[in-house]
C-alpha cells in the first residue's frame, strides 16, 4: 500500500550514540514549550527520513523511576503519532536529531503533552527550513 502513514518508533529513530547525545546538547539550538524543552540540531541536507530523537524526565522532578517511565512514554506515543508532520514536509526538514526534555514538576495528561509536541515540531519546521533567498538578475 504505496503512500501508507507509518506511526511506527523503531530502534534506528531512537538517540542512543553517546556522541551524538554530547553533540546535540553542545552545538544545538533550543527553546522551550512548557512542560517540554526541544533541543534540536539541524541535518546536512533537507531529508524526508525522520530525526533521531531523544526523550528525558529529571530524576529531580520525579523520584519514582515508574513515573518518569510513565512520562517518557507519553512524551514517545505523542512523537510517534505526529512524526509524520516532519517526514511529510513539502521539502523535507533540516532536523538531524532532536531531544524532548520533559521540564515540568507534575504529570501532565496526554492531549496537554501531545499539543504542546505539537507545536514543537510546527516551529521545528519553520526554524530548520532553509531560507531561500531570491537572486534578481539585472
Same mark, same amino acid.
Request: aromatic share 10%.
Given at each position: 500500500?504505496?503512500?501508507?502513514?507509518?506511526?511506527?518508533?523503531?530502534?534506528?529513530?531512537?538517540?542512543?550514540?553517546?556522541?551524538?547525545?554530547?553533540?546535540?546538547?553542545?552545538?544545538?539550538?533550543?527553546?522551550?514549550?512548557?512542560? %517540554?524543552?526541544?533541543?534540536? /540540531?539541524?541535518?546536512?541536507?533537507?531529508? &524526508?527520513?525522520?530525526?533521531?530523537?531523544?526523550?528525558?524526565?529529571?530524576?529531580?522532578?520525579?523520584?519514582?523511576?515508574?513515573?518518569?517511565?510513565?512520562?517518557?512514554?507519553?512524551?514517545?506515543? !505523542?512523537?510517534?503519532?505526529?512524526?509524520?508532520?516532519?517526514?511529510? !514536509?513539502?521539502?523535507?526538514?533540516?532536523?538531524?536529531?532532536?531531544?524532548?526534555?520533559?521540564?515540568?514538576?507534575?504529570?501532565?495528561?496526554?492531549? /496537554?503533552?501531545?499539543?504542546?509536541?505539537? &507545536?514543537? %515540531?510546527?516551529?521545528? %519546521? &519553520?526554524? !530548520?527550513?532553509?531560507?531561500?533567498?531570491?537572486? &534578481?538578475?539585472?
Amino acid at each position: 500500500m504505496p503512500g501508507a502513514r507509518s506511526y511506527s518508533f523503531p530502534k534506528e529513530e531512537h538517540l542512543c550514540r553517546k556522541k551524538l547525545i554530547e553533540e546535540l546538547f553542545g552545538r544545538g539550538s533550543s527553546f522551550g514549550l512548557y512542560p %517540554l524543552r526541544v533541543v534540536w /540540531l539541524p541535518a546536512a541536507a533537507p531529508t &524526508s527520513a525522520p530525526p533521531q530523537v531523544l526523550v528525558s524526565v529529571s530524576k529531580r522532578s520525579f523520584k519514582r523511576a515508574v513515573d518518569r517511565n510513565y512520562i517518557k512514554r507519553l512524551v514517545r506515543e !505523542a512523537y510517534r503519532l505526529n512524526k509524520y508532520r516532519l517526514v511529510e !514536509a513539502v521539502d523535507g526538514h533540516q532536523v538531524g536529531t532532536v531531544a524532548f526534555i520533559y521540564t515540568g514538576k507534575e504529570k501532565k495528561p496526554f492531549t /496537554l503533552v501531545e499539543k504542546k509536541l505539537i &507545536s514543537g %515540531l510546527e516551529r521545528l %519546521l &519553520s526554524d !530548520a527550513t532553509p531560507v531561500r533567498t531570491t537572486e &534578481s538578475v539585472s
